[in-house]
């Protein structure tokens, strides 16, 4: 078992990862990062930019004594359903993401894909927003 983060590189994603990174360190299981980001073409400065990023996501977690595996799914599919297909494929004990901040317009509809991942996921999901 493992615990799956779905990672983007803002305050958001990195509370999402700090969070399970803790986790896994409580229940002694590997992080499976998936990084997923279809929405749009990569120029060869922000693929650099988040190649960048995530060997600096391995890093930390390297150093912090977490196991494991970055995947990096920017030719994927959405990224709710990437995040979704890789807790089904390594049973994932539970996801953890990232919310943001919203306007009360906004409050009425959450994030389309934390929402999909809310209410499709195979297993229990953490969302955690960042500090203030």
Excluded: W
Aim: aromatic content about 2%.
């Amino acid at each position: 078992m493992a615990v799956v983060v779905g990672y983007v590189p803002t305050e958001e994603g990195r509370a999402a990862l700090h969070r399970a990174a803790q986790e896994c360190k409580l229940r002694q299981t590997n992080l499976v990062v998936v990084n997923s980001a279809r929405t749009k073409e990569l120029d060869a400065a922000d693929a650099a930019r988040y190649d960048a990023e995530l060997v600096g996501v391995r890093a930390e977690l390297d150093s912090a004594g977490v196991g494991n595996e970055v995947r990096d799914l920017v030719k994927g599919m959405e990224p709710a359903e990437d995040i979704i297909a890789v807790a089904q494929e390594v049973s994932a004990e539970f996801i953890v993401i990232g919310l943001r901040r919203r306007s009360p317009v906004g409050k009425l509809i959450l994030g389309s894909n934390a929402q999909r991942i809310l209410l499709e996921a195979p297993c229990p999901v953490l969302a955690v927003k960042a500090e203030s």
